[in-house]
């Protein structure tokens, strides 16, 4: 009775090689084994067939009824397994119609999204970026499932598991930015200041909400918030043209001030920089068109960084 456990790849390969050859001496030569060693596998092979699978005639060996029915069986799992142990095809960004998924905040979305999507257009043209939020429920099962390629973020937010991939990208710190005009808050300002001027609040940027208000309640602190608007759109608008005060991440806030009447004001809150990660699920890590992908994003972080 043929058992599972006693037939491995290479009994399959000596079979085929057996069959090709009908000589137990050439098949041997062709898996670089003795020839001793071949007629112990055919031997097992008989064993596990209960058949003689190959006889001596007087024209040499020839194959029973048997093995003849084993060939082409043998072969399609023998081709199977090639397959799967050959390296997957080299990624060709200028033939791919290749769709990834990416989920980044706001700040994501500003600062870094803008320069990935230029830059796949120039080296893959048909290859698709979808971009969603990574608000929009479980991230780690978006990632495990396969919904999302990549998620972009501050790590301190994102809040993934040790077991997901990640790499670094760069980091950024809080500054605030106001009104510049003349006689309107100070270009720096002591925390107990801080505290006391009204400020607009972006419900989604995740270094205002989140990160800055999760480290003022760790100190006791609460800071006056006058008004809160959902995105960045609106808000270096509404701040240069009022006396409110914005917490921003600084590369955001150097962009603000390069197209709006703002300026820059420091605030000595202690808060550490915080790391902006690129992060995937292991299942992705060895996949030619994931590693491009994730190539493209370092690339872009790293002109992010030169260009501060």
Sequence with gaps: MLNLRHLDFTMLLAFDLLMRELNVSRAAKRMFVTQS???????RLRQQFDDPL?????TGMQPTERALSLVEPVRLILRDVSRLLETSAPFDPGASHERFAVAGSDYIEFLVLPRLIERVRREAPHVEIHVSRT???????????????LALGFDAVLRLSATTRRARLFQDT?????SAS????????SVEDYLKTSQLLISSCDMNAVLVERWLSKQGMERRVAAVVPNFLSAPFTV???DLLLSLPRRIAAACVAFSPLKIVEVPLGLPPYEVVMAWHPVKEKGP???WLREQVLQVSREIDSAA
């Excluded at 190959?54 to 007087?58: C, D, I, N, P, W």
């Excluded at 608000?135 to 390629?149: F, I, V, W």
């Excluded at 003349?182 to 300002?189: F, R, V």
């Design 240 to 242: 240069a043209s009022t």
């Design 182 to 189: 003349p006689g309107g808050i100070e270009d720096s300002l």
């Design 289 to 291: 068109a994931h590693q």
């Design 54 to 58: 190959l006889v001596k005639t007087a």
């Design 174 to 178: 809080v500054v605030c930015v106001a």
């Design 135 to 149: 608000d929009a429920g479980n991230l780690e099962a978006r990632l495990e499932s396969g919904e999302l390629d």
């Design 37 to 43: 060693a071949m007629s112990q596998i055919l031997q």
